[in-house]
């Protein structure tokens, strides 16, 4: 690289470099919108914010204090178990009650009624 075209190129201190990046990260600003304002091109200020998220650029503290909220992580608490609701199927023929055993086919029905038909 020759000398005179370094001396060209503009120094900046890391504490200068941290703070026009913090200003970078600010909700609703962007990247060029602060580039412009510097003076700089926005893939400089780019590589910049790659090294703040490296650590390789410590940022100063935010302006606006940042506040927590105590969160309680509970365990849930331990649902009965369900019941599962048997749902059979009842011929009724005067005083006679037949209960077919749950899922029973298509066919064992058409069985049994078939048998109460020629009975009756």
Do not use: Y
């Amino acid at each position: 690289m020759r000398e005179g075209r370094r001396e060209a190129h503009r120094r900046w201190s890391d504490e200068v470099k941290a703070r026009i990046v913090s200003e970078s990260l600010r909700p609703g600003v962007t990247v060029n919108e602060v580039a412009e304002r510097h003076g700089l091109k926005a893939n400089h200020l780019s590589s910049w914010r790659t090294l703040a998220r490296q650590g390789k650029l410590v940022l100063p503290e935010p302006e606006d204090a940042v506040e927590f909220a105590a969160m309680v992580v509970e365990t849930p608490a331990q649902e009965p178990p369900t019941v599962k609701a048997v749902s059979r199927a009842e011929i009724v023929v005067g005083a006679v009650t037949i209960r077919l055993e749950e899922g029973a086919s298509a066919a064992r029905i058409a069985a049994i009624a078939r048998a109460l038909a020629a009975a009756t």
